[in-house]
């Protein structure tokens, strides 16, 4: 059975960075694109970024792009979302995903980034 | 970018069908993914490339598309199918790789009255 773990979350003041962790078990993780996913509270979903199972290719958001980095290590199943420059209105719940074709599946449980002051 | 326009709310008596649209420019010719989430829980892909489910999710669920508007039907609507219900496509462009997006709709609240 496929199980994504995310880590990480917590509250951070405006400006300061975090990191990410998501381990993946009960899948050849190598073989999967992985997404990164989030949630304002209240909101719908916005998508983040997606790193390649070979992590030669990187896609981000607008919104994120040059905050944030999407990395990956296969040799322990874990994908990470580096952010800094953390602001205000990236409070939301963090989800990370296994990519199928141009879907997402399965989903983690999420982590709470707080960005507050 | 592609915006995937969703009616905010739906609602539908049990036993009855209900049908959640997304709307958007150039739908036509993509494959459109649909997600359930309930409250305090992660999403769920309930169908995929159009009309296809994963393992383990009722033949209830499909999907269909016309013009520039997909549709997520649910049939014999119960109870536990109260959640909320996104699309999502994936914009890409072939001759540059690091374009690539994958969009939500802004979700549709289905309430089963």
């Known amino acids: 059975q496929v199980q994504l773990v995310e880590s990480g979350g917590g509250v951070v003041q405006p400006g300061g960075p975090l990191r990410l962790s998501c381990v993946a078990s009960?899948?050849?993780?190598?073989?999967?694109?992985m997404h990164w996913v989030r949630q304002a509270p209240g909101n719908g979903l916005e998508w983040v970024a997606f790193i390649r199972y070979d992590g030669n290719k990187k896609n981000y958001a607008d919104s994120v792009k040059g905050r944030f980095t999407i990395a990956r290590d296969n040799s322990k199943n874990t994908v990470y979302l580096e952010m800094r420059n953390l602001r205000p209105d990236d409070t939301a719940v963090y989800y990370c995903?296994?990519?199928?074709?141009?879907?997402?599946?399965?989903w983690g449980q999420g982590t709470l980034v707080t960005v507050s002051s | 970018s592609n915006v995937l326009t969703q009616p905010p709310s739906v609602s539908v008596a049990p036993g009855q069908t209900a049908r959640i649209t997304c709307e958007g420019t150039?739908?036509?010719?993509?494959?459109v993914q649909w997600y359930r989430q309930k409250p305090g829980q992660a999403p769920v892909l309930v169908v995929f490339?159009?009309?296809d489910r994963p393992s383990g999710i009722r033949d209830r669920f499909s999907g269909s598309k016309s013009g520039n508007t997909a549709t997520l039907v649910i049939s014999g609507v119960e109870a536990g199918d109260e959640a909320d219900y996104y699309c999502?496509?994936?914009?890409?462009?072939?001759?540059?790789?690091?374009?690539?997006?994958?969009?939500f709709g802004g979700g549709t609240k289905l309430t089963v009255l």
């Open positions: 490339d159009g009309g």
């Open positions: 999502q496509v994936w914009n890409n462009q072939v001759w540059d790789d690091n374009s690539d997006q994958w969009v």
């Open positions: 150039s739908i036509g010719s993509k494959s």
């Open positions: 009960g899948i050849r993780f190598s073989s999967f694109g």
């Open positions: 995903a296994a990519a199928g074709n141009q879907w997402l599946d399965p």
